[in-house]
C-alpha cells in the first residue's frame, strides 16, 4: 500500500515530537534508533526514509524543543513565566521541560549542527525576551541583550544543578527558590514578551 505525500510527512513529524520528548528526558545518548521508531509507532527500517542520520533527527528534535520552549513566552508575564521555568514542576518534568536546560551539556558535544541549532534557537528566545526592549540607542540594546542572556542563563542553570540533585534533597527545592527570588529581585527580567 502506498503511502501519500502527506501521510509520510506527519510521519516525519511525529518521529521528530517522539523524538523531542525522549532526547530530553535521557538525552541524546540514552536514546537509539530502533527504540525511538517502536515509540513511535513505527519500524526501524522507516527511519533512513525520513532522516539521513540520527544528528539530522537531532538537529530537527532541537529546534522543535526550543520552539515548544519559545511558544510558552508569548504574550505571557516575565514573572509569571519565571515562577514557572524555576519550578519544582518544571524540574520534574524532564520530558516535557526546556530543551535547553535538557540538553545543552550534550549539545556542547555533539556535532556543529546541533550547536548551531542550539545557537540560533537561543538568539530566538532572546529576541522575544527583549521584543521592545530592542529599540533605542546601541548601548540600550546592549543592556537589555545582556539582562535576557543573564536571565535565561540564571534560571536554565538554576534548573539544571537542582536536577543534578536527588529528586528529595532538600538542596534541590533550595535552589530553585533562591534563583527564582534572585531573578525576580534583581529587576534584569525583562517584564513582558513578545
Known amino acids: 500500500m502506498k503511502v501519500t505525500k502527506a501521510q509520510v510527512e506527519a510521519n516525519r513529524a511525529h518521529i521528530v515530537d517522539t523524538a523531542c520528548t525522549l532526547f530530553r528526558e535521557r538525552g541524546y545518548d540514552g536514546v537509539g534508533v530502533a527504540e525511538l521508531m ?9 527511519f533512513y526514509r525520513h532522516f539521513g542520520s540520527k544528528a539530522e533527527l537531532m538537529a530537527e528534535a532541537a529546534a522543535c524543543g526550543v520552539a515548544k520552549t519559545q511558544s510558552l513566552l508569548d504574550g505571557v508575564n516575565m514573572a509569571d ?23 545543552c551539556g550534550d549539545a556542547a558535544r555533539q556535532p556543529e549542527a546541533i550547536k548551531t541549532t542550539f545557537a540560533t534557537g ?5 529576541a522575544d525576551l527583549l521584543g521592545e526592549e530592542s529599540a533605542g540607542t546601541a548601548q540600550a540594546r546592549r543592556d ?3 539582562r535576557a542572556i543573564d536571565t535565561i542563563a540564571h534560571a536554565l542553570g538554576a534548573l539544571v544543578l537542582s536536577r543534578a540533585c536527588p529528586d ?10 533562591t534563583c527564582r527570588t534572585a531573578i525576580l529581585d534583581s529587576g534584569s527580567a525583562p517584564l513582558t514578551t513578545g
Not at 81 to 103: K, P, Q
Not at 169 to 177: G, Q, R, T, V
Request: glycine share 14%; proline share 2%; aromatic share 4%.
Open 38 to 46: 517502536a515509540t513511535a509507532g513505527l519500524t526501524h527500517g522507516g
Open 168 to 177: 528529595d534533597s532538600p538542596l534541590a527545592d533550595e535552589i530553585l527558590d
Open 81 to 103: 513565566f519565571i515562577g514557572h521555568y524555576v519550578s519544582r514542576e518544571h524540574r520534574d518534568d524532564r520530558s516535557g521541560g526546556c530543551t535547553l536546560a535538557a540538553l
Open 144 to 146: 537589555a541583550r545582556g
Open 122 to 126: 537561543l538568539e530566538s528566545i532572546l
